[in-house]
C-alpha cells in the first residue's frame, strides 16, 4: 500500500513515494517488471556511474536510494543551476556513459535514451542520473541526438514552465555536445515517438526544426 506513504515527486510514468530520509519506492505505472532496468543500474553504478543505489525490486516497483537535491530542470527554473553549468552537466553525463565499458555481452555503448534535465538530479556528491526505463545498447550519438530532441520539445511548448532557458540549452548543447546530434536525429524522432506513443511526427517536427535553427 502507497496511501499511507509521502508523494515525494509524479513524473509522467512514475510516482515517487519516500520511505524514510534515505529510500524511495519509485512506483512505475505501467512497466509490470523493472528487473531489467534495476541489474543495468546496478552495473552502471559499479563501474563508477552516478546512479542512485538500487535496494529491491517488486514488479513495477524499486525501492532504492533518495536522493536529496532538486532536480537539473527546478535547478534551471529556480536559477540555481545556470544554463551553461546544467549543459557542461548534461554533456559531461553523456561523455561519461558512452564511455563506460559495454554490458558484458552487450554490443555497443550503453544508452539512456531519456538522458534530460528532468532525469538528473543535483546532489551534493554531483549530478546523478535517473529514469533508466529506456537504456539499452547502441551507437553513442542516438542518445546524444535524444537529449537535444526532448529539450528542443521543450523549448517549442509554452506549456513548459522552463521552455524560455530550455532553449538557451539547446543551442548551448548543441554546441557542446559530443559527437553528432544531428545523424541520427531520425531514429531519435522515431524512438522519442515509441516512448510517448504519438500516431505521427507531428508533436515532434517544432522541435526538430529549432534544432536545426528554424524559429
Ligand atoms: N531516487 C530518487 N530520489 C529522490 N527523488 C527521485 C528519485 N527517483 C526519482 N525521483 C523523483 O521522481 C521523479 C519521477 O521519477 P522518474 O524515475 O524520472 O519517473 P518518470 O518516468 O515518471 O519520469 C523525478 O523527476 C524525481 O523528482
Ligand atoms: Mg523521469
Redesign the pocket.
Given at each position: 500500500m502507497t496511501s499511507d506513504l509521502e508523494l515525494?515527486?509524479?513524473?509522467?510514468?512514475?510516482?515517487?513515494y519516500a520511505l524514510n530520509d534515505c529510500r524511495?519506492l519509485?512506483r512505475?505505472?505501467w512497466m509490470d517488471d523493472v528487473s531489467g532496468e534495476a541489474e543495468l543500474m546496478a552495473y552502471v553504478g559499479s563501474v563508477g556511474y552516478p546512479v542512485?543505489e538500487v535496494f529491491a525490486v517488486h514488479g513495477g516497483d524499486m525501492e532504492?536510494?533518495?536522493?536529496?537535491g532538486p532536480?537539473m530542470a527546478?535547478g534551471l527554473i529556480s536559477g540555481e543551476v545556470s544554463v551553461a553549468e546544467g549543459v557542461t552537466m548534461l554533456t559531461g553525463l553523456l561523455r561519461r556513459l558512452h564511455a563506460l565499458p559495454p554490458l558484458p555481452g552487450g554490443t555497443g555503448r550503453i544508452l539512456h535514451l531519456?538522458l534530460h534535465p528532468?532525469?538528473v538530479?543535483v546532489t551534493e556528491r554531483g549530478p546523478v542520473v535517473?529514469?533508466w526505463?529506456n537504456a539499452r545498447d547502441g551507437e553513442p550519438d542516438l542518445d546524444v541526438a535524444l537529449s537535444a530532441l526532448i529539450m528542443a520539445m521543450v523549448a517549442t511548448d509554452d506549456g513548459y514552465e522552463w521552455a524560455a532557458p530550455a532553449g538557451e540549452f539547446v543551442d548551448a548543447f548543441l554546441a557542446a555536445a559530443p559527437g553528432d546530434p544531428f545523424r541520427r536525429l531520425d531514429e531519435a524522432m522515431a524512438v522519442r515517438r515509441r516512448q510517448l506513443r504519438l500516431d505521427d511526427d507531428t508533436a515532434l517536427e517544432p522541435a526538430v526544426r529549432r534544432m536545426r535553427g528554424v524559429r
Open positions: 515525494l515527486a509524479s513524473g509522467n510514468e512514475a510516482d515517487v524511495v519509485r512505475h505505472r542512485p532504492m536510494e533518495r536522493l536529496h532536480t527546478q531519456d528532468e532525469n538530479v535517473i529514469d526505463v
